[in-house]
């Protein structure tokens, strides 16, 4: 029983000693952001791109309006080896608002399925904390309109105007 209780004191003070060096950090390392995930992230697949790995988001934006922007991640000319240019910034608080609302809006339309194919797609992901309110818009076919229905039309542009808007809200860091 003697030997019992040496042996948990033994790893109490083990523990214990760990923790105090593990907290024994500088205070001027940065802190790493509250969340590592982005809450709207924007994705492009360019027309033809079935064949790539190399896919990266145009735009990823942060719950405190903190944003990157890989302009050129959707670009044909850039060659899969070379990592698309990225640019840190912001997003206007505003703007921010406005978008989460209007793509849990759009996640209730019908953005319709077009009969083209290989014709690419523009993903709008919601991933906010807790991830049980998930939102995953996909939009195939961009610029198709057979076979859609006017109502469905109209839905599709009004993600295509979201999509638009958060890009040109970027404002890049000096």
């Given at each position: 029983m003697r030997s019992t209780k040496s042996a948990l004191l033994v790893l109490v003070v083990a523990l214990a000693g760990s923790w105090g060096v593990a907290s024994a950090e500088p205070a001027d390392t940065p802190q790493p952001p509250a969340s590592a995930t982005a809450l709207l992230t924007l994705t492009t697949i360019p027309s033809g791109w079935s064949e790539r790995v190399d896919l990266r988001p145009l735009l990823?934006?942060?719950?405190?309006?903190?944003?990157?922007?890989q302009p050129d991640a959707a670009s044909t000319t850039?060659?899969?080896d070379v990592p698309p240019q990225r640019l840190s910034g912001?997003?206007?608080v505003d703007v921010l608002n406005a978008a989460l609302a209007e793509t849990k809006s759009l996640a209730a339309l019908d953005l319709g399925m077009p009969s083209a194919t290989d014709e690419g797609t523009q993903i709008i992901d919601l991933m906010p904390t807790p991830p049980d309110q998930?939102?995953?818009l996909l939009m195939y076919a961009?610029?198709?309109?057979?076979?859609?229905?006017p109502d469905q039309q109209a839905?599709?542009?009004?993600?295509?105007?979201?999509?638009?808007?958060?890009?040109?809200?970027?404002?890049?860091?000096?």
């Open positions: 990823q934006i942060y719950a405190d309006g903190r944003a990157v922007q850039r060659a899969a912001t997003i206007p998930d939102v995953h961009p610029d198709a309109t057979e076979n859609l229905t839905n599709r542009k009004r993600f295509t105007d979201l999509y638009r808007k958060l890009l040109d809200a970027f404002t890049k860091d000096h």
